[in-house]
């Protein structure tokens, strides 16, 4: 099956400031997403992007498909985004549906 | 709509005990899936349903493990004679039809064996 990887492990920055965080792929997969889980532990979908850039508020991301890898950036960062940020995708091999997780990316926003 | 919506929230067995995990998709959801998180790791795939049939059961760790779908709604994950390291969170998702752009989660099931 495919790896997902995550970068960095573990961010933690002061209001205000803007993050990048990477995921890589070791090979194609579809149906790309980002997940942010909450401190309850709810996971809530920020992106379905498996290819190009979007925007959703202070929140994009982009994703080079050809080199397998995304982005997900947040500017202006609020206490509130603070949580687990996963990406995941499904890989391409027929008939899988199942997704395949990161590690994570551990966000801690200090006021 | 309402979302995905997992019973109990929270789960505590002593070792040895069987445990039922419900799950309720959103409403015409044919795909449902479960997961298994393990404290600080992302969730790691167990098993998938498309209406009632379970189509791949390769995630799941062991023959104590099982699942259902009978009415092709609610799932059930049942686990049997339950061990310290099936303490983990277990997750459900649902998506409208399959290979669906995104997979919408419940809020999970804590289960935590003594």
């Known amino acids: 099956g495919i790896q997902v990887e995550q970068s960095p492990p573990d961010l933690i920055l002061q209001e205000g400031a803007n993050s990048t965080l990477r995921c890589n792929f070791s090979d194609s997969v579809n149906n790309l997403q980002w997940f942010h889980q909450n401190p309850w532990g709810q996971l809530i979908n920020l992106f379905y992007i498996p290819s190009g850039t979007k925007q959703n508020g202070r929140l994009s991301a982009t994703t080079v498909a050809t080199e397998r890898y995304s982005l997900l950036y947040i500017s202006s960062s609020q206490t509130t985004d603070s949580g687990v940020y996963f990406c995941a995708g499904v890989g391409s091999n027929f008939g899988n549906e199942k997704l395949t997780f990161g590690t994570g990316t551990r966000l801690t926003i200090i006021p | 709509g309402a979302g995905v919506s997992q019973s109990p929230r929270y789960k505590v067995a002593k070792r040895g005990q069987d445990v039922a995990l419900r799950c309720d998709p959103i409403?015409?959801?044919?795909?449902l899936f479960w997961y298994q998180q393990a404290l600080g790791q992302g969730p790691e795939f167990l098993t998938y349903f498309q209406n009632e049939a379970q189509l791949d059961k390769s995630g799941l760790p062991s023959d104590r493990f099982f699942a259902e779908r009978p009415e092709g709604s609610v799932s059930t994950l049942k686990i049997q004679r339950t061990q310290q390291e099936d303490s983990a969170v277990y997750l459900c998702a649902s998506s409208l039809v399959p290979a669906a752009r995104t997979q919408y989660f419940g809020p999970g099931t804590r289960l935590l064996v003594l």
């Open positions: 409403s015409g959801h044919v795909s």
